[in-house]
Each structure stands twice: as C-alpha cells, then as structure tokens.
C-alpha cells in the first residue's frame, strides 16, 4: 500500500511563495506519475500540476503555468511543488496523488493513491 504524506502549506501573503512536499512510502516510486491537485471550499478538486515517472514531462492547469513548477527526487521518493506569485485564489488544501500507469493524466479518478492533503492559505 502507497502512503502519501504532503507537508509545506501554510499562511502567506498573495506575491508569495511555498514550496510543498510529498512524501512517498510502501511502492514504488520511480514507476509512478505523480499528480498535484487542490480544492478549495465548496468547489470540485482540481488538477494543478503532474510529473512523469522520469520527471522528463511536465504538465500544468492553465491558471498555474508559469508559477508553479513540479518536481521529484526519485532518489528520495518525494515530489515537489513549487509556487511562487501566489494569488488569493490558490487558497486551497493540495493533495499529492500517485498513478500507477505511466501515462499522464489529468483526471481524479485515473489516480490510485491520495495524501491526506495540506492547507494553503493566501491572504490578498
């Protein structure tokens, strides 16, 4: 069983910047896509950013592209999240996920293993 652990959310002003963390434990890893994900309250969660097993392609929501940047270390089984220009309306709580097949996805569902997420709060 896959255990996904994010860390990293917190208050920030809107202009700001976080960096989250995922940390991965009980697959394997290096053979999985890994996808970042948000929802904020009363909305559906949402796509944000995903990143091949390899970490040679990356893929983004239109309202992240050009702030975000997603990343891993295979070498220590953790995906990354990078943000920076942050805007109040990227408040929300992210989850990490991990697919099993190697295509990308951009889609919930298609994703088999869920952190339980952490907050970020954008205060404008």
């Known amino acids: 069983q896959v255990q996904l652990v994010e860390s990293g959310g917190r208050l920030v002003q809107a202009g700001g910047s976080l960096r989250l963390s995922c940390a991965a434990s009980g697959g394997t890893f290096s053979s999985y896509t890994m996808g970042w994900f948000r929802q904020a309250p009363g909305k559906e969660r949402e796509f944000v950013a995903g990143?091949?097993?390899?970490?040679?392609?990356?893929y983004y929501a239109d309202s992240v592209k050009g702030r975000f940047t997603v990343s891993r270390d295979n070498a220590k089984n953790t995906v990354y999240l990078q943000m920076n220009s942050l805007k109040a309306e990227d408040t929300a709580v992210f989850y990490c996920?991990?697919?099993?097949?190697?295509?990308?996805?951009?889609?919930?569902?298609?994703?088999?293993?869920w952190g339980q997420g952490t907050q970020v709060t954008v205060s404008s």
């Open positions: 996920a991990a697919r099993v097949y190697r295509n990308p996805s951009y889609y919930v569902g298609e994703y088999d293993y």
């Open positions: 990143i091949s097993w390899s970490g040679g392609t990356t």
